[in-house]
DNA sequence: CGCCAGATTGACT
DNA sequence: GTCAATCTGGCGG
């Protein structure tokens, strides 16, 4: 199962059909020697300019700047004292980038519960289901922005054969969304963050 | 340099 | 359900 990360091709295409494709896939974070992971379950796109929910409509700004980055990359933003976890993904020369939102936590749940300020054996959908819970359960911050998640840095995605039915709600949020629901999740999943008006069953 | 909106969370009415 | 905490980047003065 996977082992390898995920190359710059992956990443080198649409937002939408990055997101989609994450879902299902391995994110990875080696922490201090242990090895903290998670099957991604809830993913959103974002787009360049036309998207009004997106960070790159303020053209020049450093956010939208790192969505221009070759794809792959982390992109690391700062919102609401949480710290939130992308990947720039866009086609060759395109601006965007992918929101990861929820995680299912595979691998080292009690550092990851440590990390989250909870006791050891708290209820595993408490460490990553949300984009400011899994950044803190992780150990992603500001440190991780411009990281290659293509390999040989401290974070990655990894192939795992699993193809869960993926579908598609509005993005959580945003106060202006586009009309094409652009929040990815993995159907059923009980690690999706619960927001309103998303029937997934 | 100060003000403010915002891709959130968790504590409380 | 409501709401404040509290931080970064964009933008105006």
């Known amino acids: 199962m996977g082992g390898r990360p995920l190359g710059r091709g992956f990443y080198a295409r649409r937002p939408d059909e990055v997101a989609r494709d994450l879902i299902g896939k391995l994110l990875v974070r080696l922490y201090g020697g242990a090895r903290l992971s998670g099957i991604i379950v809830e993913a959103e796109a ?5 998207d009004p929910a997106s960070r790159a409509r303020h053209r020049g700004g450093s956010l939208a700047r790192a969505m221009e980055w070759e794809p792959g990359r ?8 949480q ?3 992308n990947v720039v993904a866009h086609p060759p020369s395109g601006v965007g980038a992918v929101l990861i939102r929820a995680l299912e936590p595979r691998e080292g749940l009690e550092v990851m519960a440590r990390n989250r300020g909870l006791p050891p054996g ?3 959908r408490l460490l990553t289901s949300g984009p400011g819970r899994l950044t803190r359960a992780l150990a ?3 440190a991780i922005h411009g990281a290659p998640l293509t390999g040989g840095g401290p974070l990655w995605v990894e192939e795992t054969g699993l193809r869960p039915a993926v579908c598609r709600c509005p ?6 969304d586009l009309e094409e629901p652009q929040r990815y999740v993995a159907r059923g999943s009980k690690f999706v963050t619960a927001w309103r008006g998303c029937r997934c069953p």
């Open 171 to 176: 993005r959580v949020g945003v106060t202006r």
């Open 74 to 81: 982390a992109l690391v933003y700062g919102i609401h004292r």
């Open 83 to 85: 710290w939130l976890l």
């Open 46 to 50: 974002y787009f360049g300019p036309e």
């Open 140 to 142: 992603v911050d500001k």
């Open 122 to 124: 708290s209820d595993p």
